[in-house]
């Protein structure tokens, strides 16, 4: 019974997993096979039919599937469109458009792929109708047939017309964005990754440049000329009446009015519109920030206050997150990271934690370590001009929805742990009813990582202990590198809260996992976590399998990577 317990929640698990793929898959092969047979059936692509096969179905079969592939592929980026639907839709089905929210990469990746691939076959079968516009030359023809003669080159037509030319483009820029976008090419050379995902407006381009030859053509007189009346020689024809009738005009050919590229066109619509309009207020008075406080912390990273500009206080949050540029290092590069500290009355600035992984962050450190050592050195002169930002944002997140929990487990790897800050900060500071117990699991290879934010959950836990809850904030911290006793007493000597909840190497899932069902039985339990792909993929499965004992464990993720 055990092991059929096993596999159905196994093959349940699968389902999950891959409903999404499954359903796009399912609506592309729907997609495809409607045009297929449209153009195999139709008669008005007989002759054309005649000449290229069913080459001229699987190329016209795999269009409309790109075409609704382009116009979805750019909304899960497109932040405001997903603000917006955040504003609409999260009061009606939070945990639907959570679960978008988490899952917007997934289908943009989802959508790429298939991309990808329906253009390579599409690509394929244009090729193949290359060939036979050549072998199957018919000077009866010469308006349907895209070949010069049957002596035609083949490399001519794939490379020196128009369509060869922007077809050969568009799949090379395809090529070259997966290539780059790869997670070893992001992390490694994100600028690269960067600057060649733009290249999908040269394909944008090239798509509503591809068509404009007009080499897909249909009859326009089948109510004159019927199909296969070419084959009846003159003879026959005008000894028989009604033959004559059938074919009583030579065939006739169009290329028709084309609306395909209205769907992708929607989709690039949306998209410039979201950049514009993100590009607008990140730069207007109304968002403009400046550096109130930086400085570099333990740990190798980075401790950044901005302060608004505006008067009137800017509602963020907890979760939140805000893009961020500096104009010194690259008037290109935005990059993700979560609030630590919201706007307080008498106060309009916010608190970013940033970790150096990288070479913007990198440099951002170098510049703030190289002020302040020119400070010390000159007597607190600061040579240096500031460092100034450009911010866009806040942007709703997964974490957004910590606040609306009754039990959650927060797990953090390093840097990981800045989501949950905010909502620590938060209990320290007013006394809301939700999350009424809250699980704090904190990983990190170094110790000096631990003290960015222990004051915090030392104030936290004695705020609890005062209050009679001691079991509302239950922690746990993890050093997984280097265990050093000696040093562990030096730093957090005098915050036992710290020292006594601090454990050598990385958890033992199953005891964690195993004190969350025995505490909560036949209750729900949201789990959160920011961190590595290896950790999420760990606690997802553990919370899928945990699930079956009588305690409903939700899984949320959070990742920029």
């Not at 750019?74 to 603000?83: R, S, V």
Request: hydrophobic share 40%.
């Amino acid at each position: 019974m055990e092991r059929v317990n096993k596999i159905y929640h196994s093959s349940r698990n699968f389902m999950f997993k891959y409903i999404i793929a499954l359903l796009w898959t399912g609506f592309n092969f729907v997609v495809f096979c409607k045009a297929f047979s449209n153009y195999h059936h139709d008669v008005e692509y007989y002759y054309l039919s005649r000449i290229l096969g069913n080459g001229l179905c699987v190329s016209r079969g795999t269009a409309p599937v790109l075409n609704v592939t382009m116009a979805l592929i750019t909304l899960p980026t497109c932040k405001t469109f997903n603000l917006l639907l955040h504003k609409l839709f999260g009061r009606c089905s939070t945990r639907l458009l959570v679960h978008y929210l988490e899952k917007t990469k997934v289908l943009h990746l989802i959508l790429g792929c298939s991309l990808l691939i329906v253009a390579i076959v599409h690509s394929v079968a244009h090729f193949v109708n290359i060939v036979n516009f050549i072998d199957n030359y018919d000077e009866r023809y010469r308006e349907i047939n895209w070949a010069n003669g049957p002596d035609d080159n083949v490399l001519r037509l794939l490379f020196a017309t128009p369509t060869g030319f922007s077809g050969c483009i568009m799949l090379l820029t395809l090529a070259a964005m997966a290539y780059l976008a790869r997670r070893s090419m992001r992390d490694r050379f994100y600028n690269s990754f960067f600057t060649s995902h733009h290249l999908f407006l040269v394909f944008y381009g090239m798509m509503f440049y591809h068509p404009l030859s007009n080499i897909i053509k249909h009859q326009t007189n089948v109510d004159k000329h019927k199909i296969m009346c070419d084959l009846v020689d003159n003879v026959t024809l005008h000894s028989n009446e009604d033959l004559l009738v059938l074919c009583e005009e030579p065939p006739q050919f169009s290329a028709g009015t084309k609306r395909a590229w209205i769907w992708p066109l929607v989709g690039l619509a949306i998209y410039l519109a979201d950049i514009s309009f993100r590009y607008l207020t990140s730069h207007s008075e109304r968002y403009r920030v400046t550096t109130v406080q930086t400085y570099a912390m333990a740990g190798h990273a980075i401790h950044l206050r901005l302060q608004f500009c505006r008067k009137a206080m800017v509602k963020i949050l907890p979760g939140q997150y805000v893009l961020l540029q500096c104009p010194a290092i690259s008037t290109l590069e935005w990059h993700p990271f979560t609030i630590t500290e919201l706007p307080i009355e008498g106060r309009n600035d916010i608190t970013l934690t940033i970790k150096v992984r990288g070479d913007w962050t990198e440099e951002l450190y170098d510049r703030i370590v190289q002020r302040e050592q020119c400070k010390r050195n000159l007597g607190g002169v600061d040579p240096y001009r500031r460092i100034e930002f450009l911010l866009d944002g806040p942007y709703p997140s997964v974490m957004s929805n910590m606040l609306d929990c009754k039990r959650i487990l927060f797990v953090g790897a390093g840097v990981g742990i800045t989501p949950f800050v905010t909502i620590m900060r938060l209990l320290l500071s007013s006394n809301v009813d939700q999350p009424a117990r809250v699980h704090l699991v904190w990983i990190a290879r170094n110790l000096e990582t631990f003290l960015w934010f222990s004051d915090e959950i030392a104030r936290l836990q004695e705020k609890f202990w005062s209050q009679n809850k001691p079991d509302r904030f239950w922690v746990k911290l993890y050093w997984t590198q280097n265990y050093d006793e000696h040093l562990l007493v030096e730093c957090f000597g005098d915050m036992p809260s710290i020292k006594s909840r601090m454990h050598r190497g990385r958890p033992n899932w199953n005891d964690v996992f195993i004190d969350l069902v025995t505490l909560y039985p036949k209750k729900s339990v949201s789990v959160f976590s920011c961190g590595p792909k290896e950790l999420t993929k760990e606690i997802r499965l553990k919370c899928k399998e945990y699930s079956k004992h009588g305690c409903k464990l939700s899984y949320f993720h959070e990742g920029f990577g």
